[in-house]
């Protein structure tokens, strides 16, 4: 064979290698979690991390042809890390996916990166509203906090509360909750006689609480985020508030399962309104939260828990649908729609709002089986962000 010849046959083979190595690199897909793993929102944490990795040992590592790499990160719920940490996946990892994000600040501080890579985003815990409307690529498997938060007001009015203080951490998701509760409470005729806000960091309740029984309301309407609840109960114990003849009720971050069988009988008949409760009672949910309780037998899963598996089983239907491709337009074109029967009953992603329509259920804690649970007692089915309605 002639030198040229010789040289260009090697050359295509070269190239030829080349080419296949890069496919090779490609066949593994990262998804880059991001989740308070430490610090005061640990639980949140834990949870998401323990359900992705529940989901991807239930249905196997491999999606259309492509093995998956779950990258967990912890910003120990500070915005500045969050986004830090998403840099370094997008730029070094080349992840395919951004996922996790367990507060409001820490998903909004990644949005633009998101953006700017056209990486989805898989938000998975926070709850303000508007955080879908901060990047295209954002998709949300939880819930925001008017969707939750309608339900409970149109509850109280119908039960005979007229008169209610509400009560929230001061930022995105409780300000949302504030203002879900009102519109909807006095549209039914109700009366908020104060609105309370208490700090996120470091709440102190009980000045909150005094206030509570100065203005003697029917009832007090709660939010605190998931984990929070718990110094919340203990302080409205504390405060003599569970004999005070004020109702407690709320969304169900207060009476997280997460946290829940540790408050005791002050928590028996809070009622609250919330898309999932572990006690609900499918065929779909006692098989998960069997398995569940199998790979981690000392926790019970949470609705932050639940908006984690069922994003894997996002990110595991979309890359089906892409036939294994990440590209990211893509990838948010095959989440538009989506819908499928979750542990928490039948939920599908809005194609517009790119997040969850569901059902909510209202609940009263109850004791079961020498547990305390959220029993579900009325479903309100396929409910919206209120505030997002079409006019
Ligand atoms: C949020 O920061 O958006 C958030 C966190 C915990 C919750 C609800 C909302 O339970």
Do not use: C
């Amino acid at each position: 064979m002639p030198a040229g010849r010789i040289m260009r046959t090697l050359i295509a083979a070269g190239i030829g290698l080349g080419i296949a190595g890069a496919a090779l690199a490609q066949e593994v897909v990262k998804i880059g979690m991001i989740l308070p793993m430490t610090g005061p929102f640990a639980s949140t944490g834990r949870q998401i991390e323990a359900n992705a990795k529940l989901y991807m040992a239930q249905h196997g590592a491999t999606v259309a042809g492509k093995k998956l790499e779950l990258i967990v990160k912890d910003d120990a719920g500070v915005p500045d890390n969050t986004k830090r940490i998403a840099q370094e996946l997008i730029v070094n990892d080349k992840v395919a996916f951004l996922a996790g994000f367990g507060l409001t600040p820490l998903a909004l501080a990644t949005a633009p990166l998101a953006t700017e890579a056209k990486v989805p985003m898989v938000v998975m815990a926070a709850a303000t509203s508007v955080i879908t409307e901060k990047s295209p690529y954002i998709v949300r498997t939880g819930f925001t906090l008017p969707q939750v938060t309608a339900p409970i007001a149109d509850w109280a009015a119908k039960n005979g509360i007229k008169k209610v203080v509400t009560l929230v951490s001061d930022y995105g998701p409780g300000i949302d909750a504030e203002a879900a509760f009102k519109t909807r409470f006095t549209a039914a005729g109700g009366q908020v006689v104060e609105e309370l806000r208490v700090p996120l960091r470091n709440p102190d309740f009980a000045p909150f609480l005094q206030r509570v029984r100065d203005a003697k309301p029917d009832a007090v309407f709660v939010f605190v985020p998931s984990g929070v609840g718990a110094a919340f109960m203990k302080q409205f114990t504390e405060r003599g508030l569970d004999k005070s003849g004020i109702r407690l009720i709320g969304t169900g971050d207060v009476t997280d399962d997460d946290i829940l069988n540790d408050m005791g009988d002050v928590a028996l008949g809070v009622v609250t309104s919330f898309h999932y409760s572990a006690n609900h009672n499918s065929a779909v949910n006692k098989a998960y939260v069997a398995d569940y309780k199998k790979a981690n037998p000392t926790m019970r899963p949470n609705f932050h828990g639940v908006g984690g598996y069922d994003g894997m089983q996002l990110i595991y239907k979309a890359l089906e649908a892409t036939k294994g491709s990440t590209n990211g337009d893509a990838l948010v074109a095959a989440m538009k729609g989506m819908a499928w029967e979750s542990p928490r009953g039948p939920i599908t992603i809005d194609p517009q709002l790119r997040e969850t329509t569901q059902n909510v259920y209202i609940r009263k804690v109850e004791r079961v089986g020498g547990e305390l649970y959220n029993v579900e007692f009325e479903t309100i089915p396929a409910v919206k962000d209120p505030t997002k309605a079409p006019k």
